[in-house]
């Protein structure tokens, strides 16, 4: 599986992005998706996952009520609507995905990364 993300920018704090994650392969409908993020200086932080249905969702504390998850699995792909967006974002954001279709949080639980899109909040 290969794993295109999109969609990063600068952006105003209180704005909002949608992030895509675009999936090549026929297996992408019975994996896990996720989120995650890298701020400079710092280490990779899981962000935000859903199941092989998109049924199942889960966030980090930082973005939950801000953030949704989905996936198209009639298009591959998964996507990441972010709103309220703080300074504190200001990350590269990858996507990945899990051979185990039930949600995983854990970066471990990953077997596929896509390249990474850059997200830059200004204050």
């Known amino acids: 599986v290969q794993l295109q993300a999109s969609g990063g920018g600068l952006v105003q704090a209180g704005g909002s992005l949608r992030l895509s994650c675009a999936a090549s392969?026929?297996?992408?409908?019975?994996?896990?998706m996720g989120w995650f993020r890298q701020a400079p200086g710092k280490e990779r932080e899981f962000v935000a996952a859903?199941?092989?249905?998109?049924?199942?969702?889960y966030y980090a504390d930082s973005v939950k009520g801000r953030f949704t998850i989905s996936r198209d699995n009639a298009k591959d792909t998964v996507y990441l609507q972010m709103n309220s967006l703080k300074p504190e974002d200001t990350a590269v954001y990858y996507c990945?995905?899990?051979?185990?279709?039930?949600?995983?949080?854990?970066?471990?639980?990953?077997?596929?990364w896509g390249q990474g899109t850059l997200v830059t909040v200004s204050s």
């Open positions: 392969g026929r297996t992408f409908s019975s994996y896990a």
């Open positions: 859903c199941s092989w249905s998109g049924g199942s969702t």
């Open positions: 990945a995905a899990s051979t185990y279709g039930s949600l995983q949080v854990l970066a471990f639980d990953y077997h596929y």
